[in-house]
């Protein structure tokens, strides 16, 4: 989900009012398939990138009456390929332990087993059924007949039995199956946040000819922050911005969106409320033990952690024109996450809160442009900070870094010299088609499209087979609290002031320094 961590914390839920009713839209109906289309045997490299669901619908087991079980009302089911999982164990395996992956692949394949063995079962009694109905449309002796009856009355009873088991095991091996992680790109590190790899440097921490302080002493001076109140108010990690403050929150917003527009991306404000399917579409577990999320109790809404969520589900069950990419956002929003347990100098301040404001760059591509993509994302967050004064480095984040939709993962880190560290500002990630796969974001290639429009025929379920699904991918243009972080921290002066870099003067109405207020 970007910045600002990803530590495990314990479910938060908030009570709002029943009006959020009102929020709720209908269902958007999926496919119906439970299982991805069967594809060609991949090459090693394709192995490789391969994700595991796509967008389906199954019917949830509801408890009658009576305490049997029947079909519920349809929700989501990824689409998993659990016989492609099956068949390269081996590399599944590696990539849960590389990652540090509570995804027990054994209880998959297990459950696999089994599902495959009561799928037989099922479709067999069914083959018995029908012969028995068949039999039973000719002219039959009473005790002939009788004897038909009460063999279809037996095989119904332990169909049902079995499709009831069959609903409990598919159940089952989905939520199991949905926390294996996105494969690994072969240039990750392996191993903890310690092993990630430097990519660049730039610049080099300013040196300060008199006492330095961090941005919360520096945001009191300048009459800037306000915790204590808003901890009475809100709770801890939060805040209110005040005077200049607001200005350079505005600024930072405006002078990201400007820049990155610049640069062919659709500008977007998102809804920060979406359903808990969307969320775990993305790769998130929004009731999950170690959830970052925020839950809507008595809904099935979550608050965004990141315009990823939003921006990802815009395209959600949609067939995408080949001509139509690489479409490319970039999107405004509030964020918020539950950042329990956090604390210490490293996380005080605007550093790690539960509501904060962030542009992110979001992209759907062409499988094969993926890379090329990821690459174009990191250069635009460096150009950005580099415009502004700050000194970072950009990392290749290790295995155990990764979410578990992203395939490869870097971030910017820059030097916070209040606290004398380097600090996360930002993360750009290639998902492949992880996130699309469950989302049922696909394209159809120009080749495909040229062949019907110059009379080839094609059936509708050959040109179904023949879509793809398109590779998507997120960075951060701007995390704001972070950003001013490093702003005050990086541009204080002896006087109390800080410079404000040139790039944003114009969108603060020219101002260019924050003095300390006359006592």
């Known amino acids: 989900m970007g910045t600002a961590g990803s530590g495990g914390v314990a479910l938060q839920t908030l009570r709002l009012a029943s009006s959020l009713s009102a929020f709720r839209g209908r269902a958007i109906p999926l ?4 299982f991805a ?25 509801v408890a009658t009456e009576d305490g049997k079980v029947s079909a519920g009302k349809p929700r989501w089911k990824a689409a998993i390929d659990f016989k492609w999982i099956r068949d390269n164990k081996d590399v599944v395996a590696a990539n849960i332990e590389h990652r540090n992956s509570s995804a027990d692949l054994e209880l998959v394949l297990e459950l696999y087993d089994k599902y495959c063995g009561l799928q037989k079962e099922v479709e067999r009694l069914r083959a018995e059924r029908n012969a028995v109905a068949n039999k039973m449309k000719g002219k039959l002796e009473p005790p002939v007949r009788q004897a038909l009856v009460e063999e279809g009355k037996s095989l119904k009873e332990k169909l049902v039995s079995l499709e009831e088991e069959l609903i409990h095991v598919t159940d089952s091996l989905q939520i199991e199956a949905q926390c294996i992680p996105n494969i690994t790109h ?27 302080k961090d941005h919360v002493q520096i945001g009191r001076d300048l009459d800037l922050f306000d915790f204590d109140a808003a901890s ?54 929004p009731r999950g033990q170690n959830t970052q999320v925020y839950s809507i109790e008595g809904s099935d809404q979550c608050l965004i952690g990141t315009a990823e969520i939003p921006v990802g589900g815009l395209h959600m069950d949609s067939i995408i024109a080949d001509s139509s990419l690489p479409l490319k956002y970039v999107a405004f929003s509030h964020c918020f996450r539950t950042e329990a347990g956090a604390a210490g100098t490293a996380t005080r301040g605007l550093y790690r809160v539960h509501q904060f ?42 295995s155990e870094d990764l979410g578990a939709p ?78 001013i972080l490093c702003l005050l921290e990086n541009f204080q002066q002896e006087d109390g002031s800080v410079i404000i870099p040139e790039p944003l003067r114009p969108f603060m109405g020219g101002l260019s320094v924050i003095s300390p207020k006359p006592r």
């Open 31 to 34: 496919s119906t398939s439970l």
């Open 357 to 398: 404001s962030k542009v992110e760059m979001f992209i759907l591509c062409r499988p094969e442009d993926s890379d090329r993509f990821h690459e174009e994302l990191i250069r635009i967050e460096e150009e950005l900070f580099e415009s502004l004064g700050l000194h970072f480095k950009t990392l290749e984040m290790s």
């Open 37 to 61: 289309p069967a594809a060609a045997k991949p090459t090693p490299t394709a192995l490789i990138v391969r994700a595991f669901s796509a967008s389906a619908v199954h019917a949830a087991p």
């Open 186 to 212: 072969p240039s990750v590190p392996v191993g903890g946040e310690e092993k990630s790899v430097q990519r660049k440097l730039v610049g080099c921490p300013r040196e300060f000819g008199f006492t330095i």
């Open 232 to 285: 009475e108010i809100s709770g801890s990690k939060f805040y209110y911005l005040k005077n200049e403050a607001v200005l350079l929150e505005m600024a930072l917003v405006n002078w990201a969106l400007s820049e990155v527009s610049k640069r062919g991306f659709i500008p977007l404000i998102t809804p920060e409320l979406v359903r808990s399917s969307v969320v775990e579409k993305c790769g998130f577990q």
């Open 406 to 483: 992203a395939y490869r993962k870097f971030d910017v880190e820059a030097w916070m010299p209040g606290v004398g560290r380097y600090g996360e500002i930002s993360s750009a990630s290639n998902c492949t088609d992880y996130q699309s796969r469950r989302l049922g974001i696909r394209y159809r290639p120009s080749s495909l499209a040229d062949q019907e429009s110059a009379g080839g025929k094609k059936g509708k379920t050959s040109s179904a087979a023949a879509t793809q699904f398109v590779h998507t991918l997120n960075a951060t243009a701007c995390a704001v609290p972070r950003m």
